[in-house]
T-cell receptor, first 116, second 115 residues
Framework: AQSVAQPEDQVNVAEGNPLTVKCTYS??????LFWYVQYPNRGLQFLLK??????LVKGSYGFEAEFNKSQTSFHLKKPSALVSDSALYFC??????????????FGKGTMLLVSP | GAGVSQSPSNKVTEKGKDVELRCDPI?????LYWYRQSLGQGLEFLIY????????KSGLPSDRFSAERTGGSVSTLTIQRTQQEDSAVYLC?????????????FGPGTRLLVL
């Protein structure tokens, strides 16, 4: 069975500072990895994904994530946080391969709070 | 283009009543997914449709839950004899296209409250 862990319920960072939201996963084979963001009373918004290729992937709003197979991690990063980045962030995994269509397993989410 | 839409945005019902939740996927997307988001359980997969294949119902929590997808497009999630523990946000997602089959795009959700 596949699983995703987001070890931090909340991450606090000051505006302008770099941020990291951690994610580790447990999936056999070569998984696909995703980050989504959820603003209050909204659905999930896709940020970025790792399918194959370069371990560093760049996504929307200046976010990036690094796939580390040996550490089974996919941490989300941004060089300079904005107050508007404050939201709930979800890491997700799918088994990969096959047709590409597959359901997602999500972590429990990490609340990011960026202070002015 | 238009994203995934869901209706209603909010639904309040009494315990024991049936409810229907609707999802309109992104045009041309062949895969459609239902998830449930609740405080206690986080985000859980419910059911998944892909093209003309039989749906993957492995995430449905009980036989009170069912879903159908008509004409390969719109989907309806039905919960019969609702219970208070069914209170949650029900999220629909779709994916498709030659180069982005694996990326799911989510609707705004339906917030269900069972009294």
């Amino acid at each position: 069975a596949q699983s995703v862990a987001q070890p931090e319920d909340q991450v606090n960072v000051a505006e302008g500072n770099p941020l990291t939201v951690k994610c580790t996963y447990s999936v056999s084979g070569n998984p696909y990895l995703f980050w989504y963001v959820q603003y209050p009373n909204r659905g999930l918004q896709f940020l970025l994904k790792y399918i194959t290729g370069d371990n560093l992937v760049k996504g929307s709003y200046g976010f990036e994530a690094e796939f580390n197979k040996s550490q089974t991690s996919f941490h989300l990063k941004k060089p300079s946080a904005l107050v508007s980045d404050s939201a709930l962030y979800f890491c997700a995994v799918s088994p990969g391969g096959g047709s590409g269509y597959s359901t997602l397993t999500f972590g429990k989410g990490t609340m990011l709070l960026v202070s002015p | 283009g238009a994203g995934v839409s869901q209706s209603p945005s909010n639904k309040v019902t009494e315990k024991g009543k049936d409810v229907e939740l609707r999802c309109d996927p992104i045009s041309g997307h062949t895969a459609l997914y239902w998830y449930r988001q609740s405080l206690g359980q986080g985000l859980e997969f419910l059911i998944y449709f892909q093209g003309n294949s039989a749906p993957d119902k492995s995430g449905l929590p009980s036989d009170r839950f069912s879903a159908e997808r008509t004409g390969g497009s719109v989907s309806t999630l039905t919960i019969q004899r609702t219970q208070q523990e069914d209170s949650a946000v029900y999220l629909c997602a779709s994916s498709g296209g030659q180069r982005e089959r694996e990326t799911q795009y989510f609707g705004p959700g339906t917030r269900l409250l069972v009294l």
